[in-house]
């Protein structure tokens, strides 16, 4: 008899899948017995060889979220029903210099794309009158405000916004909507601020755990808010932050 936190027989799209937070949730999703399918702007053969060695099933799918409604037709008949909305990207600059053209790009990718994302997801589950999981993908930025990162700050206070509001409207569906807000994350996006001893130490101050985030700490609650172990809890935001949010 599967387990509570089995996901046997289901079926997975995880976008930003070839690197960093996304490829470690595809990975502890297909753990636990998902089909993962590995979106991204480049290939995720990487991230389907890891898949595939540890004895998983996933596959790879391209998909440019600079296009927003990128995702439209993924759905209708594909079986999926567990998508992680990962894919995002970062621009800096102070908040006086900052361009309309980075504000734009921020926007469509990490709050456009993920809604309408989450919208087609949502009608081909209804249409079926299927139950599944959404979890998006926050940062402890849903929460504060930064410094040199006003679209990714607006996008990300908007992720939680737009996870609460679906989960209110899908949950008499059985589809539960849930975001994950890491904290500092050892991957690519902050090597540069592991490289810097300063910055890193104060950093590092900061957080209750002591020390850097692994991003296979996203990938299992990642597994478990997709599981029938979580299926009573929606509209949550968790923090993956070492504490820091709760100094």
């Known amino acids: 008899m599967a387990g509570p936190f089995s996901l046997e027989g289901r079926k997975a799209l995880v976008t930003g899948a070839n690197t960093g937070i996304g ?11 998902a089909h993962v399918i590995c979106a991204g702007r ?3 053969d990487e991230t389907v060889a890891e898949i595939t060695a540890a004895g998983g099933s996933g596959e ?4 440019d979220f600079a296009d927003p409604m990128a995702a439209r037709d993924i759905f209708d008949g594909a079986g999926i029903s567990i998508l992680v909305n990962n894919a995002g990207i970062i621009r800096r600059a102070d908040s006086v210099d900052y361009s309309e053209a980075d504000w734009d790009d921020v ?26 999981a959404v979890i998006n993908i926050a940062s402890l930025l849903s ?4 410094i040199r990162v006003p679209a990714y700050t607006a ?43 300063e910055r890193s130490a104060a950093i590092l101050d900061r957080i209750p755990a002591g020390r850097w985030g692994d991003a296979s700490d996203i990938g299992g609650t990642a597994a478990f808010l997709a599981s029938p172990a979580a ?17």
């Open 107 to 132: 926007m469509d990718v990490n709050l456009k794309a993920l809604f309408f994302t989450c919208q087609a997801f949502g009608k081909a589950l209804l249409a079926q009158d299927m139950p599944g």
């Open 42 to 44: 480049r290939a995720c």
């Open 23 to 33: 490829q470690a949730i595809a990975v502890s999703l297909a753990g636990q017995g």
């Open 155 to 197: 996008a990300k206070h908007g992720v939680a916004g737009v996870t609460k509001i679906l989960a209110n409207e899908w949950a008499p569906h059985g589809i539960t909507v849930n975001a994950i807000a890491p904290g500092y994350i050892a991957t690519n996006n902050t090597q540069a601020l592991r490289d810097d001893p």
């Open 60 to 63: 790879s799918l391209l998909l």
């Open 231 to 247: 299926t009573y809890i929606t509209g949550a935001v968790l923090n993956v932050d070492g504490g820091w949010l709760a100094r």
């Open 143 to 146: 929460f504060q405000g930064g």
